[in-house]
């Protein structure tokens, strides 16, 4: 679970559940009951009285439902189907049902009866909630991440001492190896020179350019990581703010990514990520 994958309209989507349930506990309905014997000022709140037991469930219950499978997608895989629906299409779906209850309640209420703030805030809640699954992912201003995402940290140029840490690029290389110098961005890296009678031997050509040469690259949101097999459940999840290494390409646009505790798979959306 990243918290980083999840949107603005994610948070507004949280906010609207957190406030949905605190009006499941205000006066739904209120009456005023002045100059009238054997009457009650207050109503009961969803929870404490049979007579609003449709209220609970239509609106309270179905909307945090809603919400809750909203969210959810964000840390679940992409394409999770329950009856030919996404989740997000059940918490879209939940959240307008929960909607049209709370307005439908509101308009009709008990003989008598003035709206209280519970049903006003239940109302705006289930709305908020709504329109967020609705218009969000078409809103820049929605769409875009809840936390800001994080810059990697820039490799060391050659011949630095780079901070300790698998798979930070420019390393230094194990005791007793011979080194082998940084290659240059996108480029190849020039063999090492040979000690001894070798050193004298011509200089082997370069690769032809269109090898494939390794780099170090950070995603600018979390992406899952899928088995080169071509299985469709991810066996990790790379984060922003982590270097990771191409070893291979993969189609035109994907690549073959190897993460820190050395597990090899593709990463399908390689837009947006940054070279090292």
Known sequence: MNIRSLTRGDGVVIG???LLFIASFLNFYSRDCAGISACEDRIPNAWETDQLNI???SIFLTGL?????????????????IGGLTLAGWGTGLAVAATWSALWAMVVGPEGADLG????IAFLATAAVAGVAIA???V???AGPLLPTPSPQQPQPYGAQPGGGYGYPGGPAPYGSTPQPTPSYGG?????PTPGPAAHEPAQAPAPAGDFAPFWFAVPVARPLFPEDGSPTPLAELTPGTWYLAVDQRGPNAL?????????GVLNDTSGIQRG
């Open 16 to 18: 609207a559940a957190v």
């Open 55 to 57: 209220i609970l469930p």
């Open 65 to 81: 439902i809603g919400a809750g499978l909203i969210v959810a997608t964000r840390f679940l895989p992409e394409g999770r189907k």
């Open 117 to 120: 703030a519970g049903s006003i």
């Open 136 to 138: 969000g992912p078409k």
């Open 140 to 142: 820049p201003a929605l």
């Open 188 to 192: 190849q890296g020039a063999a090492a």
């Open 256 to 264: 073959v990514a190897q993460t820190q505790d050395g597990r090899r």
